[in-house]
């Protein structure tokens, strides 16, 4: 499944950013939807998981309390908000997508099929 992410952007330390993943071609509902961010020099991260009705939720540890994943399968459309931005917070953020029975999510990177080109967020100290 094609997917595209897109809300990153340059935002001050302590500032809030709303990213969205969409699947144009496909119906999201069908797919658990992870979230991942890769900073320069750094290994990919785990950053969100939620199944496809939206009824179980996954954070990474670096970000549990500040970021929320969420999804309106209605509006084929996933979000991940992000609160109390740090410049560490710093990196690429990719969407990805594997389909699933209802209720499963992911928190590993190999369990996704199909990956989203990726939208930079920046921090500012």
Known sequence: V???????GLVQAGGSLSLTCTAPRRTISDYVIGWFRQAP????????????AGTRTVLG???KGRFTVSRDNAKNMVYLQMNSLKPDDTAVYYCAAR??????????R???????????VTVSS
């Open 110 to 120: 190999y369990e996704y099929n199909d990956w989203g080109q990726g939208t930079l």
């Open 41 to 52: 020099g750094k290994e990919r991260e785990f950053v969100a998981t939620i199944s496809r």
């Open 61 to 63: 540890n670096s970000v």
């Open 99 to 108: 389909s699933s029975v209802t209720g499963a999510y992911y928190v590993d």
């Open 2 to 8: 094609q997917l595209q992410a897109s809300g990153g």
